[in-house]
């Protein structure tokens, strides 16, 4: 991990965080180029019709509009996932974090989980990490995004030349591969779920039926299944009547609790069934009680983190925990700060103090929140008819066990990321 990246606010000024700030305010000449991308969609799919019957009926999925950063944010973002995963193996982070898992989770098989999503604010001082999710949606529909992007001249489309789709799909494989022998299994990965709560509802369905067709492109034989029609019957978990390898897990029933989900989660504890990402998976990364950990500089200090680690999340904004002690507190500085439940997902009932009224505080002080300092998010300026207009941006950086996967970007009005918004959806990201 390099020093620059380590060292502070004063790395991320340079002259390629002026041109991307430029881009972002005025730069048009890229646009989503949306033949191309339904082209594209219909053909991986197999299903001609798959842009008019799952895409536009999403029409804030995508945004026309791409967003710029400096190489030095893609690395800064590099080095808070690989710290976070080397902080998470230590155990004086495993005991802190088991206090509050559920019993699902303590048990580790081994998968690290497929599809992190680090999700960042961009400010003066660069990238700050506001949370971590484990079964992050998007990437396959991120990838093809990316290739579909029309530029104004090939000067342009030289100059942000971006990693082809295959080597995301190789990626992709060698991922999953690798999930499945790290729970001991030696025999070859035959036949993969994809397991959801009436997965065809879901906003990103039509991702689910690509990574189908990629999973059956290389011989892996794969099925999309609810989750409340999953059998476990002697040792061996069947979806639509047939065993299971692996399941690619997309619930948000993180802990396997739902009555739906019992097969699942027998399945799971017996090691009857490889399940990526997983509860352990959730607990060690996701859980927003974890931020408490990461964001305090002392007690990192005490467990004898090393200072380039420190360094690294000294970027995630101080969180603490709400509790009754802390209250007063709290609801005094709470234009300053952010409220998230524990094991919230998706931006659902999160608050900024700003705009909380004391019927909301007290929901709050009867569940399971945390409190983040405000890192507010930077802008895009997109085109929306005959107008410009802002749009607030976070970025999701897809990893593998640390590793970067893809970069994609969110745009959107309010207080989170919606796919809401007019002009607004998943973005490319271009690195100057």
């Known amino acids: 991990m390099s020093n620059t990246v380590a060292s502070g606010p004063a790395s991320y000024a340079s002259e390629d965080r002026a041109i991307a700030d430029q881009m972002n305010r005025g730069c048009f000449c890229v646009e989503l180029n949306r033949p191309s991308l339904s082209a594209a969609l219909s053909r991986e799919s197999g299903d001609p019709t798959f842009w008019e019957t799952l895409i536009e009926a999403r029409p804030h999925l995508f945004s026309n509009t791409p967003v710029f950063l400096p190489a030095l944010a893609k690395e800064a973002m590099r080095a808070m996932a690989n710290a976070i995963e080397t902080v998470a193996q230590t155990e004086a982070y495993r005991a802190a974090v088991a206090a509050w898992a559920p019993s699902v989770a303590l048990d580790d ?146 802990a396997f609790e739902q009555p739906d989900h019992a097969a699942l989660r027998s399945a799971y504890l017996d090691g009857a069934v490889v399940v990526t990402p997983n509860p352990h998976n959730h607990s060690v990364f996701a859980d927003k009680r974890n931020l408490t950990l990461l964001s305090d500089p002392e007690l990192l200090r005490s467990w004898g983190i090393p200072d380039d680690l420190r360094g690294v999340l000294a970027r995630i904004p101080r969180t603490v925990r709400v509790t009754a002690k802390s209250a007063q507190a709290l609801w005094e500085d709470r234009k300053n700060l952010f409220f998230k439940p524990a094991s919230g997902y998706g931006g659902k009932a999160v608050y900024r103090g700003a705009k909380l009224t004391k019927k909301t505080w007290g929901d709050i002080l009867r569940a399971d929140y945390v409190a983040q300092d405000l890192a507010p998010p930077s802008e895009r300026t997109i085109r929306l008819g005959t107008e410009t207009v802002q749009r607030k941006l976070d970025v999701r950086l897809y990893t593998y066990s640390g590793e970067a996967l893809l970069a994609a970007a969110r745009l959107y009005q309010g207080q989170t990321t919606n796919f809401r918004t007019p002009g607004g959806g998943f973005a490319p990201v271009f690195f100057l």
């Open 109 to 254: 098989f081994g998968p690290r989980g497929v599809f992190m999503g680090y999700d960042f604010h961009f400010g003066d001082e660069g990238p700050r990490l506001i949370e971590v999710n484990t079964n992050a949606g998007g990437a396959f529909l991120n990838a093809f995004l990316a290739q579909a992007q029309g530029f104004c001249c090939a000067e342009v489309e030289q100059a942000l030349a971006i990693s082809p789709l295959q080597t995301f799909e190789a990626a992709v494989l060698a991922m999953f591969d690798e999930e499945w022998r790290r729970q001991g299994r030696t025999s070859p990965l035959t036949r993969i779920a994809i397991v959801d709560d009436s997965p065809r509802e879901q906003y990103l369905y039509p991702e689910f039926l690509l990574a189908r067709r990629l999973f059956e492109r290389h011989g892996i034989d794969a099925v999309i299944a609810d989750a409340a029609t999953l059998r476990y019957e002697g040792g061996l978990l069947a979806a639509t009547g047939k065993p299971v390898d692996l399941v690619y897990n997309r619930l948000v029933d993180f």
